[in-house]
């Protein structure tokens, strides 16, 4: 089985956000980049298929060089090989449209990527590649066995979750659960002298033009101090909430 | 050319998401001198969608639909969009919803931008304006595509009564085979869930154990509420997984959202600042949650709960 972990370089969750050029573009600047954690889970559970199944498991970003780190972290961890396709990441689609061409090119069984990256969260990228290449396609994937060509899977939905059965050619929208974040695992020096030597090739992108644009990016209202209440004092809380914030 | 909304049903019943998305829907068909169209599956109460603003309803009756599935309902709300000449479609942010949107952009070669949470700026060119970088920003993002999908946050806009009425017709659009197939499904149906729910009271380590989230349960009852955990109570395995809110469990769009005994680090309060209005119980008066909160009691949880539960109690039989 050929699996491709698709790998986004992503702001960790402690950066400050802030804006340049004309509040258009993410101030990267001082920002500490990492894997998009719900990547990483679906890059954990993909070694377990490497280890068990025989599965051989590239990683792919659309990025500029400025990404490579992210993905050689990524072999670090276990990944055979990376691949950056050399285009700046404009929108879901267009990323999309790139990897359809990465997956095309390289004849994945399985792709799996985040149900959405904590940077932009648009949760569109994997659907839109399964749309793309006429791969069956769940999201939200919380648990995932394969066995030859055919596939169980979990997914989380409102309230519960289901099982589903299907078949590859599969993408999966991960998530934590497809492993535990104790099975995550820290890159050792050994994993990283290793991922210095794997092969990290640099395509360049097919023809894909965005189909949305950021315009401008804001920053909310800074908030107002809490408005503290006696803990002697429940009454008060009640009424607050009732006619001060109407909420009850 | 109208504009087409996918309306969301459970049970046969319309969830109130799919009432949000239609008041949505009709407040962008006013600013573009059009109609709304709405698409159900299985909706028993269809027609209650023309009191938000929709003049029709295409309705899909098919037993077979009973589970959601994403490429088959992908392809009904396809067919309808081509049907009605829709340059607009509205979608809510149900993981059902979110499972559908990016396919049907792809089949309707639309621009696609989830979690919007306003009506667009403009209508020419088309602007909106979604939450990013975990609801830390905002951006104002233009669809440039000719067909375009809106993906709404869940209790953004709120329910618009307009008052008018739908003609409900028989839609039975062919559909695809299905990829994949549901085994079984897992659900609480006597619980409240956390997106559908407009109260969440959540709770983390302070509380010391799983035997003491009993007072967290009959808080949620009083309030008609969901309940929910942070991460580490989930990793403890005190709660399920499933009840786990923050960036890597369920995201929170609540209009109040309670924390009992959580500290509040930024990748909870990633996950839950979309809610509106925020209240943290804590013993703690240097935790971080106070900072994001609207409303805080320093104290401890198992005197103030209790306290909160009969206050609660006493209000709601005054209020009845």
Redo the contacts between chains.
Sequence with gaps: MKILVCISHVPDTTSKINFTEGDTKFDTNGVQFVINPNDEFGLTRAMWFKEKQGASVDVVNVGGAETEPTLRKALAIGADSAIRVNTEATDGFAVAKQLAKVVNDGGYDLVIAGRESIDYNGAMVPGMLAGMIGANFVTNCIGLEVDGTSAKAIREIDGGKETVSTSLPLVIGGQKGLVEESDLRIPNMRGIMMARKKPLTVVEPTDASAETKVVSFEKPAPRGAVKLVDADNIDELVSLLHNEAKVI | MSILVYTESENGKLKKAALEVVSYAKAVADQMGTSVTAVAVNADNAEILGNYGASKVLLVKDDSLK??N??KYAAIVDNAANNEGAKVVVVSS???S??L???L???LD??????VFEAPSSVSPF?V?R???????????????DVKIVGLSNNSFGLVESGGSASVEDFSPSLPDS??????????TD?V????A??VVSGGRGLKGPENWGMIEELADV?GAATACS?PVS?LGWRP??E?VG????PVAS??YIAIGISGA??HL?GINSS??K??INTDPEAPF???????????AF??VP??IE??KA?KAANA
């Design positions: 589970a959601f994403a490429k149900s993981a059902d979110k499972y949107a990016p396919l952009a792809v089949s639309a621009g696609y931008v989830s979690n602007t304006k939450t990013t970088f975990t609801n830390k920003a905002f951006a104002n993002t233009e669809i440039t595509t990829g994949v197939n549901v085994e079984s499904i897992d659900k609480a619980k869930s956390i997106a559908d407009e109260i309030l991460k990793d997984h499933s786990h960036q890597t469990g369920k209009n109040l930024i990748q990633a509106k209005v209240v943290v106070f900072k994001a909160a609207d409303y805080g009691v320093v104290g401890d005197e103030v306290k909160l206050k609660l209000f």
